[in-house]
Every structure is written in structure tokens, then in C-alpha cells.
């Protein structure tokens, strides 16, 4: 079955991509100052698949955060994203898009800083100041929701980190136990943290409670924070 013109475009560009072309200058964690409300402080984090603020709870996709960022609709962000990262060729003619021919650039390889075709509406970090979503959560839940959200992606880079930097070279090299870790729970991590990250408000404060019910996510941060000691003694 062919992929529709969004799952396309969300499995060519990450939303940290996104956030490079459009100005947002994540740090190497992937926080930028966040758009979407008075930010003095990085509080958003962009991943590959998704983009969460820890102060304002946005939350998205690559298409959801140009949507956001240019008011389009979800067709016309898709349409954007196309042109600016010039991988119009990929584009089945069916979906009829009105795109610009350019060199077409993979996932794999992403779009350099130095290779980026900016567009002359690229707003700058902070550009955009709406105000915060009205809450049906309390102050409570909304701080249960991000530290569930900090503790999960800061175990899931280390993951990421892992499967890249440990994986074996050859066939008769020993698994790094680093390695069969993260091939093992990284899907599990990914889809606990699509739980507290997307959904209703409430849908995401149910999941927050769910893993603070017991002993997982303290451990979780735990080891997290010994490891990150180790690494910088």
C-alpha cells in the first residue's frame, strides 16, 4: 500500500529538521525556546517523531509544528515542507501538489545546515507568542506530565546513543550489553512516551499516573542520572 502524502513527509524530515530549517536552533538535546508561548528558557524538546513543550504542553508532529509555526493547515504544511526541503521528486503526482523541482534529499542522509534552501518566511526563535491553551488539568498534573515526559526521553537518547555507538561490527564481535539494552527497550520507551506525549490533556495526565503508580520511572531516572555521572567523571 502506497504511503499518503503525510506519512511521506513525516518519514523524510524529523522534527528536530524541522526546527533547524525554520530557525528554532535546537542545542544538542534537541531544546529550543519555545514559539508557542513567552519562553526565556529552552522548554521544548524536538525529537525525531515528535515535539512536546515542558512549559506550555504543545505537542506534534514535523507537519503539526509547520502548521503552528506558518497558521497553514495540515495539507499546506505537508505542501511546505515538500518545497523547502526540496524532495518534491519523491511525490506521487496524484496528490496534485503544487511543488518546486529541486534535488531530492533522504531521511538518511537529512538536510545539512550548509545545504538548507531557507525560505524568506522562516521565522525567527520566539517569533510566535500565543497564549498557553486553556488547561483542564491541574498545576500538578501538568508537572507530573513533564517529568514523566524529561525522565523518558533523556533514558531514550541514551538508548538511541547506545544502539548506535555499541553496535557490533561484525557478525563474530560480542553483543555490548549497552546494545541488546537498547534494541530491546527501545520501542517500549517510545511507545510509553507517545502515551504521556499525545492525546487529551487527560488522556496524557491517565498515562502520567499510570507509570508514577509504582517504582519504574524512579528507577528510571536513577540509573539515568548515575550514568550521565559516570560519563562526565
Request: proline share 8%; charged share 25%.
Amino acid at each position: 500500500m502506497p504511503l499518503s502524502l503525510y506519512q511521506t513527509v513525516k518519514s523524510a524530515i524529523t522534527v528536530r529538521q524541522v526546527g533547524e530549517m525554520y530557525g528554532m536552533g535546537p542545542d544538542r538535546h534537541g531544546m529550543v525556546c519555545c514559539p508557542f508561548h513567552s519562553d526565556s528558557d529552552p522548554s521544548m524538546k524536538l525529537n525525531d517523531t515528535y515535539y512536546y513543550c515542558f512549559g506550555c504542553g504543545a505537542n506534534g508532529d514535523a507537519i503539526d509544528l509547520t502548521a503552528k509555526l506558518f497558521d497553514l493547515n495540515p495539507r499546506q504544511a505537508a505542501e511546505k515542507l515538500i518545497n523547502d526541503f526540496a524532495f518534491a521528486k519523491q511525490c506521487s503526482p496524484q496528490w496534485g501538489l503544487q511543488v518546486t523541482e529541486r534535488s531530492c534529499v533522504s531521511k538518511m542522509e537529512g538536510p545539512r545546515p550548509d545545504k538548507l534552501w531557507l525560505n524568506p518566511d522562516k521565522p525567527p526563535a520566539n517569533a510566535i507568542a500565543l497564549p498557553p491553551p486553556k488547561r483542564g488539568l491541574t498545576d500538578e498534573q501538568w508537572a507530573d506530565i513533564a517529568y514523566c515526559l524529561r525522565v523518558l526521553t533523556d533514558y531514550l537518547d541514551l538508548l538511541h546513543d547506545w544502539r548506535e555507538c555499541y553496535k557490533p561490527t561484525s557478525p563474530e564481535e560480542p553483543l555490548d550489553e549497552r546494545f541488546v539494552e537498547a534494541f530491546h527497550m527501545t520501542e517500549t520507551v517510545e511507545h510509553l512516551t507517545d502515551c504521556v506525549a499525545f492525546g487529551t490533556p487527560q488522556q496524557k495526565a491517565d498515562a502520567a499516573a499510570r507509570l508514577l503508580s509504582g517504582s519504574y520511572l524512579l528507577m528510571l531516572e536513577e540509573r539515568t542520572d548515575r550514568l550521565a555521572l559516570a560519563k562526565c567523571a
